[in-house]
T-cell receptor
Framework: SQTIHQWPATLVQPVGSPLSLECTVEGTSNPNLYWYRQAAGRGLQLLFYSVGIGQISSEVPQNLSASRPQDRQFILSSKKLLLSDSGFYLCARRGGGGYGYTFGSGTRLTVV | GQQVMQIPQYQHVQEGEDFTTYCNSSTTLSNIQWYKQRPGGHPVFLIQ?????EVKKQKRLTFQFGEAKKNSSLHITATQTTDVGTYFC???????????FGPGTRLSVLP
């Protein structure tokens, strides 16, 4: 199976506080991993993707950063959250052989 | 860069009515994927289309890839309340590295 674990499910953080969201993947080695953000009622915005340990590509300049310390671990971080960082954060891995992305259950972040 | 557009943005239907969402790309796509996201949930992969003019069915859902491979559609026959959610299409980016998602069509089904 290609299970993706994300936590926490919901998070309320004050402006200026740090953030760390973790995503772990089961089932396969060296997966391509992704962080997406979805604003309320909107589409999916690709933030970062990683093709391997220590390899991070940033799609959009953000107040965020990502790291991949282990093959099956992908972390999204911020040193100081902004109100505009609120949203639904989804970790995903890309499938192969005609299969699409598998998404985690997401973290709903509210910055107050 | 690659753009994927979807219409309509919202659709409200009465249960039992049919529903169609359309996806259009600014460039020719090697393949296209469709996802469904239930309210409060995460996107779930439905299907991938690869061939020009391809038509695939999943129960009441019919997916079609245009002849020019620049557009696609998802048609739901006789909608049910379980069909409620947002439907996204996604196509490969210009580098073929990642997929670009459309903005989605949000479907509401009135019982």
């Amino acid at each position: 199976s290609q299970t993706i674990h994300q936590w926490p499910a919901t998070l309320v953080q004050p402006v200026g506080s740090p953030l760390s969201l973790e995503c772990t993947v089961e089932g396969t080695s060296n997966p391509n991993l992704y962080w997406y953000r979805q604003a309320a009622g909107r589409g999916l915005q690709l933030l970062f993707y990683s093709v391997g340990i220590g390899q991070i590509s940033s799609e959009v300049p953000q107040n965020l950063s990502a790291s991949r310390p282990q093959d099956r671990q992908f972390i999204l971080s911020s040193k100081k959250l902004l109100l505009s960082d609120s949203g639904f954060y989804l970790c995903a891995r890309r499938g192969g052989g005609g299969y699409g992305y598998t998404f985690g259950s997401g973290t709903r972040l509210t910055v107050v | 860069g690659q753009q994927v557009m979807q219409i309509p943005q919202y659709q409200h239907v009465q249960e039992g009515e049919d529903f169609t969402t359309y996806c259009n790309s600014s460039t020719t796509l090697s393949n296209i994927q469709w996802y469904k996201q239930r309210p409060g949930g995460h996107p779930v992969f439905l299907i991938q289309l690869v061939k020009s003019g391809e038509v695939k069915k999943q129960k009441r859902l019919t997916f079609q890839f245009g002849e020019a491979k620049k557009n696609s559609s998802l048609h739901i026959t006789a909608t049910q309340t379980t069909d409620v959610g947002t439907y996204f299409c996604a196509g490969p980016d210009n580098y073929g590295q990642n997929f670009v998602f459309g903005p989605g069509t949000r479907l509401s089904v009135l019982p």
